[in-house]
């Protein structure tokens, strides 16, 4: 079996499918926990800059346990229609548990960006929190994105970041890359996961350089908002109508 490091070049798909398995059961109490809860408010920023018609299709890729198509629906209604991916099979069969009161127009699929089971020019808007940075190819995959977009639709991401150097940001790095880890360990028993996810932030791309990425697929009018003093940047970029 090949040994797996922490160097985001080794951190190819397998890892980062297994790392989610295992630590779905408590994903969204970490969530909540690691974030002091902004991990909602983000999440409600992102929707709230979504236009889609009243019988709009939206995808939220890397869907995670649901929260992102949850709170669509909230927001824009149940005349919308949502399809969730994701490649984790536990991370879905949580999302699946939470809409079984309330499962209007919220499908939930097994699969990945780079293998969509939709037609090109499907979607009204498409979402994705917290996912790109765990995608290597991240051009390929907002091409194919782009390519997934009606006429005028409008890609939204939302990332963790690292904030500008200067006090916060030491105060902030020291709880993201020593506490954050050893809370994500006691909680969820994955260390390795808790020690990824500084990595994998430390080597997203800065907010500029994502948004010319962005461009380079094709995206228009592509903007970025800075939240919570900037621990977390949300892209977004609309599809030539």
């Not at 006090?167 to 809370?183: A, E, G, H, R, T």
């Amino acid at each position: 079996m090949q040994k797996v490091g922490l160097s985001m070049k080794n951190m190819e798909l397998p890892f980062i499918r297994e790392m989610f398995e295992s630590i779905a059961p408590r994903y969204d109490l970490l969530n909540r926990l690691l974030s002091l809860s902004q991990d909602v408010y983000w999440r409600k920023t992102m929707v709230s800059e979504i236009k889609v018609p009243d019988n709009g299709v939206l995808l939220d890729a890397a869907c995670g346990t649901g929260d992102v198509a949850i709170e669509i629906l909230r927001q824009k209604g149940t005349d919308v229609s949502i399809f969730g991916v994701d490649f984790s099979v536990n991370m879905l069969m949580s999302a699946k548990n939470k809409i079984k009161s309330n499962s209007h127009n919220i499908y939930f699929l097994a699969g990945n960006a780079f293998n969509l089971p939709f037609k090109e020019k499907t979607f009204d808007a498409i979402t994705i929190a917290f996912g790109i940075r765990n995608i290597c190819d991240k051009s390929s995959v907002l091409k194919i994105f782009y390519d997934s977009l009606k006429s005028g639709g409008m890609l939204l991401v939302l990332e963790l970041s690292t904030p500008e150097k200067g006090v916060l940001s030491s105060l902030y790095l020291f709880y993201f890359k020593i506490l954050l880890p050893l809370i994500g360990w006691l909680l969820s028993k994955n260390f390795k996961a808790y020690r990824y996810l500084p990595s994998s932030v430390a080597t997203f791309p800065d907010p500029k350089s994502f948004a010319a990425m962005m461009g380079s697929a094709g995206f228009i009018n592509v903007r970025w908002k800075s939240l919570t003093m900037g621990i977390v940047n949300l892209h977004v970029g609309c599809k030539k109508g």
